[in-house]
């Protein structure tokens, strides 16, 4: 009887021990992405296009008409620590800037870019440039271009934000254009701390006792 006395106790024992346990498990969570094919400034002014924040997927074939920039396919996807941006055929002919391809991906707070065949004044630029690689280049009888890519800037809430190509284009004496290609943001994944475990609640039981 002794025994089975026992075997009762490492019962009871054993279903108090479970919610103990479970408790300790942590949960990872991520802040909401967000992302954006192009932006410009100057000469022509476009607001971020197509945007996208939380979890939304847009695509956009043509950018709002104007004299200078040229692209077929802009493509947006956000989610919870997950961003990503893709233009396809991006032309700035005044400036010769062009690329197949233009990506940016930020995932749980690590971002990297990606280029296709893409030139300005006839200079390749880096397929997959190292983090804010800065480059001048001269672009023949309009003056030098300033361009950043794989530009990688962590935000004041610990998100990170990557933007493919950064660049400040001249388009002759006192005009310049500026241009934002690609562009994701995103948060690290975080691990919440395991809540606190609950007070063990006792087990009635009737065992019976013999001498």
Do not use: F, W
Not at 158 to 184: D, F, K, R
């Amino acid at each position: 009887m002794r025994s089975i006395r026992l075997a009762a106790c490492a019962a009871i024992a054993g279903a108090l021990a479970a919610p103990l346990v479970m408790s300790e498990t942590a949960s990872a969570t991520g802040g909401t992405g967000s992302a954006y094919g192009l932006a410009a400034t100057g000469l022509v002014a476009i607001p971020a296009t197509p945007a996208v924040a939380a979890t939304a997927d847009r695509s956009l074939l043509h950018l709002p008409a104007n004299p200078l920039i040229d692209v077929k396919v802009l493509h947006v996807t956000a989610k919870p620590a997950y961003a990503r941006a893709s233009v396809t055929d991006l032309s700035v002919a005044k400036a010769a800037l062009r690329a197949h391809l233009v990506t940016a991906t930020c995932t749980a707070g690590t971002a990297t870019s990606h280029l296709v065949n893409a030139t300005l004044a006839g200079r390749r630029l880096a397929a997959d440039a190292a983090p804010n690689s800065a480059l001048r280049i001269p672009v023949q009888g309009l003056g030098a271009a300033s361009v950043t890519l794989n530009k990688q800037v962590r935000n004041a809430d610990g998100t990170v934000t990557v933007t493919a190509i950064e660049a400040i284009l001249p388009l002759g004496p006192g005009h310049t254009q500026t241009l934002s290609v690609s562009s994701a943001t995103c948060a690290g994944i975080r691990k919440e701390p395991p809540g606190q475990a609950p007070k063990p609640e006792p087990v009635p039981s009737d065992l019976p006792v013999t001498g």
